[in-house]
């Protein structure tokens, strides 16, 4: 099975959720127009990290968020897996994806699970406490956030649960480019898995964010790159692959899963000072 598939590397209006949203009606059209199958958009794309007006511009229970992507998906006929958005809950302010499908049901909500110290994102935001894992024409695939990929046994777990496919959105900093590259190669080789990461462009008052969103196979090869300005990326994925490149290295048939398990002991860290968010 083939899909197309679009990033929107946005730039993001920071703390202006009405004006991205009409962006994101903008890059969707585009998508759309380029017979795109599924549409990727990147972490918080309708506030950005104005992380300390959540409580007054989040959307309260992802209400406006979900009705907008539905009508889009369904106007178009395009899965859309996205992104994240500043989602306020009964207990707090969640870091939330949404995936909906090309008949415009909502068919997944994951909230970051894993939460970014550096851009300070546990004074603000809940982590999440679920799994990313939904299926699109019964194939299964798996959403993460940013920091998640860090998290190597995180998207592992999900790889082992049947996701050819690892979404990734992201507000990743230019001044750590070179980790978003070497990470997601790592987690399309490691798990012989599609990987399709977007990004965004642009800056904000703290920080100055990377672009290069990646679409890359099973084998580690990248089959598009984005630059660091705006721009929609569009990639071809092959779901047949995944079968061909795991019967190719059986690294799954070789695992030895007993070994793995360990009693984890948290050792603290010495010398451990607080960085900028842009070292």
């Known amino acids: 099975m083939k899909w197309r598939i679009a990033c929107l590397q946005m730039d993001i209006a920071f703390g202006d959720p009405e004006e991205n949203i009409q962006r994101a009606d903008k ?40 009705a907008f992507l539905a009508a889009q998906a369904k106007k178009h006929r395009m899965h859309i897996v996205a992104g994240s958005v500043a989602n306020k809950t009964d207990s707090g302010v969640e870091n939330t994806m949404l995936v909906t499908n090309r008949d415009g049901q909502l068919v997944k909500s994951y909230s970051k699970l894993h939460l970014f110290r550096l851009m300070e994102e546990e004074k603000y935001l809940q982590a999440g406490n679920e799994d990313g894992l939904f299926m699109l024409e019964n194939e299964t695939m798996a959403a993460f956030i940013c920091y998640d990929i860090r998290f190597p046994e995180w998207l592992r777990t999900h790889v082992l649960k049947g996701a050819k496919v690892l979404f ?30 977007c990004n965004r462009s642009g800056s904000d008052p703290n920080n100055v964010f990377a672009g290069h969103s990646l679409i890359i196979d099973p084998w580690g090869e990248i089959i598009a790159e984005a630059g660091k300005d705006e721009e929609m990326l569009i990639g071809e994925i092959d779901l047949n692959k995944v079968a061909e490149i795991r019967k190719r290295i059986p690294v799954f048939e070789d695992r030895r899963p007993q070994f793995y398990h360990f009693s984890e002991r948290r050792i603290p860290l010495q010398g451990m000072g607080k960085a900028s968010p842009n070292e």
């Open 168 to 197: 990734v959105s992201a507000e990743w900093p230019l001044a750590r480019v070179d980790h978003w590259r070497t990470l997601l190669l790592a987690r399309a080789i490691e798990n012989q898995a599609y990987v399709i990461a």
């Open 27 to 66: 890059w969707l059209r585009v998508a759309a127009e380029k017979q795109c199958d599924l549409a990727v958009l990147p972490e918080l794309w309708t506030t950005g990290y104005d992380l300390g007006r959540l409580d007054e511009i989040a959307d309260t229970n992802i209400k406006q968020t979900a």
